[in-house]
């Protein structure tokens, strides 16, 4: 079987709230799905390497928020390509801290919900937490974000902790040498309108936020 057969399952985007015992932090998955209804129960699958997956294990709970159409690509970057091991991931995000101690966004989010970690399977690379719901939003809004949309419409990448990367191959978008790729996220500039070279220095990756040193022609 090829790998690129299993870009046809769907999937949605999600921020995951998590704690520690000092600080409170989040980080954006795709593989949440509902398991059970009475009670409401999901999964969710985390990288064994990841800082919210050291949160989860010992806090024992998490909040999901579903993510919108609206959820801006810089958002996204913010809590999906840097650990928030040794950074504060939500300073430019709007969110609230729940009461339990764990933040939900508030910035174009359909709704969230506060889970209970019940149970975990362990894979070589990841652990699926299985939670139940014990609160959330009254009632959803907007259009839920699906992955195919990150990937199609912001443009954005897997980060290689998450389930379901796989190696990029350059793309064929453009031959001319006018492509630049973020060595990071793996956003490809190419607008034919302004040349890489003319961004102002400042310019940042509209993913993940680093800059234009970290971009390299493809
Ligand atoms: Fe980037």
Redesign the pocket.
């Known amino acids: 079987m090829k790998n690129e057969v299993l870009f046809d399952l769907t999937y949605g985007m999600y921020a995951i709230g998590v704690k520690d015992e000092n600080k409170v932090s989040a980080c954006i998955v795709n593989t949440v799905v509902q398991v059970t209804n009475t009670p409401n129960m999901i999964a969710v699958s985390m990288n064994h390497g990841n800082y919210s997956h050291e949160c989860i294990a010992s806090s024992g709970m998490f909040t999901v928020s579903v993510l919108s159409e609206d959820t801006s690509g810089a958002a996204i970057?913010a809590l999906g390509?840097t650990s928030g091991r040794d950074t504060d991931k939500l300073v430019n995000v709007q969110h609230k801290v729940l009461a339990e101690g764990v933040p939900v966004i508030k910035e174009n989010i359909c709704c969230w919900f506060l889970c209970r970690v019940v149970n975990h399977v362990e894979t070589p690379t990841h652990t699926v937490f299985i939670a139940e719901i014990t609160a959330g939003s009254d009632e959803a809004k907007g259009r839920p974000m699906t992955y195919d949309y990150y990937h199609k419409v912001i443009k954005g990448?897997a980060p290689k902790n998450a389930p379901t990367y796989q190696e990029q191959q350059p793309t064929d978008d453009r031959n001319d040498g006018e492509s630049w790729i973020?060595?990071?996220?793996?956003?490809v500039y190419n607008d034919p309108d302004v040349s890489f070279e003319e961004l102002p220095e400042d310019w940042?990756?509209?993913?993940?936020?680093?800059p234009k040193s970290?971009?390299k022609r493809q």
Do not use: D, E, S
Not at 182 to 187: D, I, L
Not at 204 to 210: F, K, L, Q
């Open positions: 970057g390509f990448r973020c060595t990071v996220c793996g956003y940042v990756c509209p993913i993940c936020g680093m970290a971009f």
